[in-house]
């Protein structure tokens, strides 16, 4: 079988021929990034004897044909079939009978609609030469910079490398216009750089310029960036206008001019809406912007409700100016006659007005010693006072002083007036005078003069007093300092422990009075507290009372005790007559 159809395949004649020609090849693009969603999606499977049945998702709005081309050229139409059992909604099944199928053969399955099955079926494909295809690359680095006498020069660089050939053979056309222009000034460059002289070029408007390579075979390159610049304003020539038509009535104007120029003049945009009126201000405030480099001020300004058929315009140059009034702006001149005189330890500072003055007037005055001017002292002189007074004890005594005038203007009833002070009066000098005593530091002297007394007085008179004190007491009897305690303290005996009793009574009978000491505890306890009262009822006679050193017992310690004094009782007798 397969041996017949190879037969067959060499006897019969190439379907190709009676099809008519096809022009368009084959493309395999299953490797392609770039391929149609439908192709993509496009499936086909033979039955490898009598058909190719072929199904794909088709897309919307858009009528595709399927063709099949086999491996002699031949292209046929698959034709469309719809199966109940397989067909899903959007998917469109064809098939494609033919007989060819075996190992080798292989279909190419693509899409055509009316335009594609014109272009493969009677376009012509002529050969094309080369040279009239052939174009250099453009040149870059285009830049515009000043030179002298405005003049500009214009440089770029080889779209190839130095070392190339291609350098020789190459050349350049430049072109440039005014912005907003529509027609281009070209000018043949053998160079990479071309100098346009100041004639060429209007002051004050902005150029943009190109330029294009040509290879010694092929075509110009394409353009260039533009570069674009500014030329110098010229004072007698008003800069150009430029507006933009936003809506019916509406309209945009702007112009440029250098920095240095807006710094002395403003154009102002004046409108004459009707032939017979005057130019009038239509902008008042422009808004202002700045080139990224900032040499240049552009100005824009809307317009409304304007009828461009019949609208003039005009820029009107003005002065940069500021305005003063001359009532808030004055300075008097300085006053004359600055004299300085002493009365009574004041000095008196005096002067005289300034001649001719327009207006009433305030001063100031300042003084300060002559070797320290920053240390000055300034005094507001109020209106109509041409004097002021300056108190000696205010100043360091024997110093040289400098005292200076100034003038201000007094404000004015209604509109006030305003300015700055004048400059300072030539300086007066004087000396002060020595320091006299103040009743202040006369008051502080005597103080200090008494308190030193009263120190000395004090001085002087505490020791002698401590000393009449201790005589004083020396004086003064006690009974520390009797006799028996003397004579005690005098003693060789050992020393010993007394025990110290107390007694006191008083007996009074008509004949006699006796004062006499029983024993008894100066502090009593329980043992004694019994016997009181009995003593406190009867009394012994004097006579017998003991000795204190009866009462003194020996002991062992080295010390005595004596907790008070004793009380001897003395007898006196009374007789009566």
């Known amino acids: 079988m397969a041996l ?60 595709l044909q399927v063709w099949l ?73 285009l830049t515009a910079s000043e030179e002298s006498e405005g003049s500009y020069r214009l440089r770029w660089s080889s779209p190839y490398p130095p070392s190339s050939s291609l350098n020789q053979n190459l050349s350049y056309q430049l072109s440039f216009r005014t912005q907003g222009e529509d027609g281009w000034t070209t000018e043949a460059v053998a160079d990479t750089s071309a100098r346009l002289e100041r004639q060429k070029l209007l002051p004050g408007r902005r150029y943009e310029a190109r330029v294009r390579a040509r290879a010694g075979v092929g075509r110009w390159s394409k353009w260039s960036p533009v570069a674009s610049w500014k030329t110098g304003d010229d004072l007698g020539q008003v800069p150009s206008l430029d507006c933009v038509l936003d809506g019916e009535k509406e309209v945009t104007c702007s112009w440029e001019v250098s920095r240095e120029l807006a710094y002395l003049v403003t154009y102002q945009l004046k409108c004459q809406r009707d032939p017979t009126a005057q130019f009038e201000d239509c902008c008042v405030n422009p808004a202002v912007s700045s080139d990224p480099r900032g040499t240049e001020v552009r100005y824009s300004c809307p317009l409304t409700d304007v009828d461009p058929e019949r609208l003039q315009l005009k820029l009107q140059p003005a002065h940069n100016a500021k305005t003063f009034q001359s009532h808030k702006h004055i300075r008097p001149n300085s006053p004359v006659q600055v004299k300085v005189r002493e009365n009574n330890g004041v000095w008196v500072v005096e002067w005289s007005p300034p001649a001719e003055a327009a207006t009433k007037l305030l001063y100031q005055v300042r003084y300060h010693q002559a070797s320290d001017q920053g240390s000055s002292v300034q005094l507001d002189i109020p209106e109509g006072s041409t004097w002021v007074n300056i108190l000696g004890t205010s100043l360091v005594p024997l110093q040289d002083y400098e005292v200076e005038v100034r003038s201000l203007v007094a404000p004015g009833a209604g509109s006030k007036y305003e300015g700055i002070p004048s400059e300072w009066s030539e300086p007066a000098n004087w000396t002060s005078n020595k320091a006299a005593w103040s009743v202040s530091k006369l008051i502080y002297f005597f103080c200090g003069v008494i308190a030193v007394a009263l120190f000395l007085t004090l001085y002087h008179t505490v020791p002698v007093c401590r000393k009449e004190v201790v005589m004083w007491v020396d004086s003064v009897p006690s009974p520390g300092k009797s006799k028996i305690l003397s004579e005690i303290k005098s003693s060789s005996s050992p020393t010993l422990m007394q025990s110290e009793k107390m007694s006191i009574c008083s007996v009074q009978n008509l004949d006699r009075v006796s004062t006499c000491s029983s024993e008894a505890l100066l502090w009593p306890n329980k043992s004694t507290e019994t016997t009181r009262a009995d003593q406190s009822r009867s009394c012994w006679n004097c006579d017998n009372l003991p000795s204190p050193l009866d009462n003194v017992h020996g002991s062992d310690t080295s010390s005595m005790s004596f907790s008070g004094p004793y009380i001897f009782c003395q007898v006196s007798y009374f007789h009566k007559k």
């Open 69 to 141: 081309k086999e491996n002699n050229g031949r292209s046929e139409p698959c034709v469309h079939f719809k199966d109940e059992k397989t067909t899903k909604d959007g998917v469109v099944q064809c098939r494609y009978k033919t007989s060819t199928l075996g190992i080798g053969i292989n279909h190419a399955v693509f899409f055509m609609n009316n335009q594609t099955t014109s272009l493969c079926s009677s376009s012509k494909h002529s050969s094309l030469d080369l040279v009239q295809h052939l174009r250099a690359r453009p040149p870059g680095g």
């Open 4 to 63: 017949l159809q190879v037969l067959m395949l060499l006897v019969l004649p190439n379907p190709a021929l009676l099809s008519g020609p096809d022009r368009c090849g084959v493309h395999d693009s299953s490797s392609s990034n770039g391929m149609s969603p439908w192709l993509q999606s496009l499936q086909c499977h033979n039955d490898y004897k009598t058909h190719v049945d072929c199904k794909w998702k088709a897309p919307t709005n858009t009528t």
